[in-house]
């Protein structure tokens, strides 16, 4: 029954990602703002269909204590999931990926007009401070920043 969820899951995926991307695509023209809204609108069906198909629930504590300004989020990797349920639970935000994420077919042109900061891991030094620049630009544009500081996703109870 688990491998036929998934299934379930990973086709309506693949169908709804391909979709998805040809509407993101034409949001290009549309500020940053709008754009982002608009284009995390397939994060927030992704964590609807992971509820629906493969019962996965969340739920989020403190979420009051946020602060309003645009801020920092460091976060643990541990699945794909926390990445689609950030765009549906905290505010505005541009998540620091690995570049090869944007070469993928229409998930990467989706996430790139997100405006993330993609970085070379391999770069070292010169990575973080792509990370610093833009990280301090994207603030004052009025996102917040989402980082995995481990750099990956690491198992729960393991660090990185």
């Known amino acids: ?3 036929l969820r998934s299934f379930v ?11 998805y991307a040809m509407f993101a695509l034409a949001t ?4 940053r703002l709008a754009r982002f809204r608009l284009i995390a609108g397939w994060c927030h069906v992704m964590v609807w269909l992971a509820d ?6 969340y739920r989020v504590v403190g979420k009051a204590n946020l602060p309003r300004a645009p801020a920092i989020i460091l976060s643990k990797h541990q699945s794909a999931w926390e990445t689609f349920a950030f765009q549906a639970i905290s505010p505005p935000h541009v998540l620091v990926v690995k570049r090869e994420l944007l070469w993928i077919p229409f998930f990467g042109w989706g996430l790139a007009l997100t405006s993330p900061i993609a970085i070379d891991r391999s770069s ?17 544009q009025g996102f917040w920043v989402a ?3 481990e ?3 690491v198992d729960p109870g393991i660090r990185g």
Do not use: D, N
Request: hydrophobic share 55%; aromatic share 6%; no cysteine.
């Open 1 to 3: 029954m688990i491998f």
């Open 9 to 19: 899951f990973l086709v309506a995926q693949i169908l709804i990602t391909a979709s």
């Open 28 to 31: 290009a023209p549309l500020p």
């Open 52 to 57: 629906a198909v493969l019962g996965i629930r």
């Open 124 to 140: 070292g030094p010169r990575a973080l401070r792509q990370i610093i620049e833009l990280g301090r630009r994207r603030l004052a």
């Open 147 to 149: 980082i995995f500081p």
């Open 151 to 153: 750099g990956t996703r």
